[in-house]
């Protein structure tokens, strides 16, 4: 294995400067368009492409995959310091001091995301070719899938900050419909709602960060504000890169803004796929390396962000240990998977190409479980409480082995993907002075033990043991629709990390997110190598031990207080319960008290004053002289009477 930093070229801060796109580039807007017209296709179509809709809707996602590639091979023949590509498309903003173009950056960075989402997005609309065959609605879901493709295509080839703002909000609207597709059920529609809401706090600090850029450089390009960064007020950055950070914690489910992920799952599978792999999740890595000179001119929000991921990794990380919903289980450790990612981006250019290379990994072989867990769901019914399966393996052999490459990849098995992508994170983060290796990297290094065991027990649970399913249920494998994209991304799940080792990945980013000095971890890397596999060891064996060698209970054991914790997410809906929506609710039913007996009060009871004045008033009105006459001498009396008083 190699150092963190072997490959890397030493420090330089400046940026590649980006030329007008040529060749394959200056057709890169249908990277965008193709996905975009599925979309707009299908849900306009009507019920007359039911049939040929998901075809279409698979067909344009792969054409898009094929101009990415195109652009690729064309960059790749061009020097490192060339190779980023403008292309204007139009003029968007011209209002006042806000000119902004709409253009496209086809840089390493954002090539790097469009091959991820174009290739895993394809082999996920592949798989719902076989998965949603009898949904009734399943055009409708292909055109939201190819909605979810563009969104986030605009997020990450956007040259600025407001067009990257434009995908983030497509890739919202997008999440919230498909999570929500089945809302005929309360459960799915709600969690749905929850993914919405809980996506607008990091929307909040997304605007924020976009208004203090905009006050401060007077532009949103990305050219613009790297350029305006070196002379700026530390103060004003530290802003920028806590409010950016905010907006990642919403995407990417971070802490605190993680508890939609795991009620995500209410969607159909594939779209888990697609959030936890390609999409959604990873927008928030995206962002952060995207901002690499702001950070790097920021150090207290740089450590922000390694504190954020540090917590995210062991929270979900201890979360998934005790989760028996295998997809709840998986979502738990993308959110560990993530945080490691957003660790490595903390750490600054030490981490940043390590963060992206892990991303690349883990959106391989998480997809890749997802799909397996839906082709288990498939041959059980739907369920998904592990409890009620084992022995899965013999029945469900093709499910089994690819899921089997994935889990051997995320434990970070030597010589599979993980092995590769996620070690180097915890070599980075023993890289620094002072108490920062030690905590970060300790983080680091135990949760490889804990993800071993959680993700080990997920694997032991579902394909070995003894069989726990009842007599109505008979497992069998699924068909090539969803078994042949399973076995790709099972390959690019064994293989995928030493080809971008041989490939110098952290190389190719070089350009975008800067090289640094080589520095050495506080301990030794073959030292540091060995207790990582002795703690994986470790946690694969008490795995066994657990859940194949003892028998699993079906009804699951009331467990200890830690155990207990770990079931309702730490807490984490009773904590928002508790401080957000019950303070909320007081005060919006406070507020609409205020409203009625104050302000509608106030209002009405001055019309009832007036009314019943009046009311009263017309009863004089009566018709008869007597009264009249009476009134007259009670008034000439008052008149008189008042005169006396004044004289």
């Known amino acids: 294995m190699t150092t963190p930093v072997q490959g890397l070229a030493l420090a330089s801060s400046e940026t590649q400067v980006a030329h007008a796109a040529d060749g394959a580039a200056s057709i890169g807007w249908l990277l965008i368009a193709l996905p975009l017209v599925g979309a707009a296709v299908l849900l306009l179509g009507g019920r007359k492409l039911d049939k040929i809709g998901p075809a279409i809707a698979t067909a344009l996602s792969w054409a898009s995959f094929g101009v990415g590639v195109a652009i690729l091979i064309e960059m790749l023949g061009k020097d490192a310091g060339e190779r980023a590509q403008h292309l204007k498309l139009f003029s968007w903003i011209p209002a006042g001091a806000l000119n902004l173009d709409f253009g496209l950056l086809m840089d390493q960075l954002s090539l790097t995301f469009v091959m991820l989402i174009t290739f895993v997005g394809s082999l996920i609309h592949v798989y719902s070719l076989g998965y949603m065959e009898h949904d009734p609605d399943k055009r409708r879901f292909f055109a939201y899938l190819n909605l979810f493709i563009a969104a986030m295509l605009t997020l990450v080839l956007a040259d600025s900050y407001l067009g990257l703002f434009l995908g983030w909000e497509g890739v919202g609207l997008a999440s919230y419909l498909l999570i929500g597709f089945w809302n005929w059920n309360p459960a799915y529609a709600t969690a749905a709602n929850k993914a919405f809401i809980v996506n607008r706090v990091g929307d909040f600090g997304m605007l924020l960060a976009m208004f203090t850029m905009f006050a401060t450089f007077g532009r949103l390009d990305f050219a613009g504000v790297n350029a305006a960064v070196a002379g700026t007020s530390k103060g004003t950055l530290t802003a920028i890169g806590i409010f950016l950070l905010i907006a990642a914690c919403g995407k990417s489910a971070q802490f605190p803004l993680q508890s939609w992920l795991g009620d995500a799952m209410a969607g159909p599978t594939p779209v888990s796929a697609l959030i936890h792999a390609a999409t959604m999740v990873t927008a928030g890595v995206y962002l952060i390396v995207r901002s690499n000179v702001i950070y790097d001119a920021t150090p207290d929000a740089r450590l922000a962000v390694c504190i954020v991921g540090a917590i995210t990794l062991m929270f979900g990380a201890i979360v998934g240990c005790a989760k028996d919903d295998m997809k709840k ?44 867990a839906g082709s288990v769901m498939h041959g059980m019914n739907d369920q998904v409480d592990m409890r009620r399966f084992g022995g899965l393996s013999a029945v469900m052999k093709i499910t089994w082995v690819t899921f089997g490459l994935g889990w051997l990849a995320i434990i970070g098995v030597p010589g599979l993907s993980g092995f590769w992508s996620k070690d180097k994170i915890i070599e980075a983060a023993f890289v620094g002075e002072g108490w920062r290796p030690w905590v970060f990297g300790g983080a680091a290094l135990l ?6 065991f959680y993700m080990s027990r997920l694997f032991f649970m579902t394909f070995h043991g003894k069989r726990r399913w009842t007599d109505d249920v008979h497992p069998h494998e699924s068909p090539l629709t969803m078994t042949v994209p399973m076995m790709i991304l099972a390959a690019g799940s064994a293989l995928l990390g030493l080809a971008l080792t041989v490939f110098d990945f952290p190389g190719w980013l070089e350009p975008v997110v800067g090289g640094h000095e080589e520095h050495h971890p506080v301990i030794a890397v073959p030292v540091l190598m060995a207790v990582t596999l002795v703690f994986v060891a470790a946690g694969v064996a008490l795995a066994w031990m657990r859940y194949v060698r003892d028998d699993v209970p079906v009804t699951p054991p009331v467990g200890s207080f830690a155990t207990q914790a770990a079931r309702r997410d730490l807490f984490q809906d009773d904590f928002n319960e508790a401080v957000f929506a019950r303070p909320g609710l007081h005060l919006t039913r406070s507020l609409v008290f205020a409203d009625n007996k104050g302000v509608d009060g106030a209002v009405g009871g001055v019309a009832a004053l007036v009314g019943g004045s009046a009311s009263r008033l017309a009863k004089l009105q009566n018709g008869y002289v007597r009264s009249y006459a009476t009134t007259m001498l009670i008034g000439v009396v008052a008149i008189l009477g008042l005169v006396w008083v004044i004289n």
């Open 329 to 372: 289980a998986l979502a738990a450790s993308t959110m560990s998977q993530i945080g490691y990612m957003i660790l490595a981006a903390g750490l600054g250019p030490v981490g940043y190409a390590f963060a992206i290379f892990h991303l690349l990994t883990h959106g391989f072989f998480k997809a890749g479980m997802f799909l397996g």
């Open 447 to 452: 949760c490889a033990g804990i993800t071993a």
